[in-house]
């Protein structure tokens, strides 16, 4: 927050984080603890779950699981939620490929 003469001017940062997700085709940005997210692991989307954020470990160790569930489970990804029709495309991209390959 700024002041000028008589003004207050208010600044917002965007989030320079975000990304396309080849699973959704749409622009999805990473998660914060506390935030409502889905979670899965890679060739494993059809798992996928909806859960908040409870940590993130950025250690060699933790390298293939970074994102930790509410439900204490650990996922290889995870992105803000942001309605049902972006879960649904990244639990069906298993069957979405499928049909690809079979139309080919």
């Known amino acids: 927050m700024e002041q000028e003469n ?13 990304f396309v997700l080849d699973l959704t085709g749409e622009t999805e940005s990473p998660p914060e603890i506390g935030d409502l997210a889905i979670f ?3 060739g494993k989307e059809y798992l996928a779950v909806i859960a908040l954020l409870a ?4 250690v060699p160790e933790a390298e ?8 204490e489970e650990w996922y290889s990804h995870a ?17 979405r490929n499928a049909q690809k390959k079979e139309n080919e």
């Not at 992105?79 to 069957?95: A, G, P, T, V, Y």
């Open 6 to 18: 008589d003004k207050i001017v208010i600044l917002f940062e965007g989030n320079n984080k975000e």
């Open 40 to 42: 899965w692991n890679a």
């Open 55 to 58: 940590d993130k470990e950025w």
């Open 64 to 71: 293939k699981y970074p994102y930790k569930a509410s439900s």
């Open 79 to 95: 992105i803000r939620f942001r309605n049902l029709s972006q879960f649904i495309k990244i639990i069906k991209h298993r069957f």
